[in-house]
């Protein structure tokens, strides 16, 4: 009798590459000109310690964060996902594409309810002040 292995749930895989404690281990999962686009910055967030610096700031933010469903189709992922930041809800969806070697080349995350996205772009701009260039977060003290 065989059994099939229970399927990871929705974002484990990224919440792993997420979590790596390392900058080189982290970037192992991205190309060399990795790209984030998001609703809360006004320009594209390029190459791996930039994306690390934003991800760390950005994971402890959250007062809880769920993947709610997770789609892939060829090079691309979506996944959905729901929380809480600053007591209020927010969500939405973070869409990873990857090259012919299988590595993130380009990241596309879109947050929702306008207000939240206001919200956390501020605090998210406080948090990574000195980190990160200040045009890119209207948060970030000029």
């Known amino acids: ?5 229970q399927p990871s749930p929705p974002g484990y895989t990224w919440s792993e590459i997420l979590k790596r404690p390392t900058l080189e281990a982290f970037a192992a999962a991205f190309s060399e000109n990795i790209v984030i ?3 809360i910055a006004t320009g594209s ?20 964060l769920n993947f709610t469903h997770e789609t892939s189709a060829g090079s691309r992922t ?13 969500a939405g969806t973070t869409i990873l594409a990857c090259d012919a070697n299988g ?15 206001i ?11 000195g980190k990160i260039d200040r045009s890119i977060l209207p948060g970030i003290a000029r």
Not at 45 to 64: E, H, Q
Not at 78 to 90: A, Y
Not at 119 to 129: H, I, Q, T
Request: one cysteine or more; charged letters at 25%.
């Open 1 to 5: 009798m065989t059994t099939n292995p």
């Open 37 to 39: 686009d998001t609703s």
């Open 45 to 64: 967030i390029v190459g791996p310690v930039d994306l690390r610096n934003f991800f760390d700031a950005s994971r402890t933010m959250y007062d809880a």
């Open 78 to 90: 979506c996944l959905e996902w729901e929380g809480k930041f600053q007591g209020k809800d927010i």
């Open 103 to 117: 590595v993130i080349e380009s990241i596309q995350l879109y947050h929702r309810p306008y207000e939240q996205v």
């Open 119 to 129: 919200a956390y772009s501020a605090e998210l701009g406080r948090r990574l002040k």
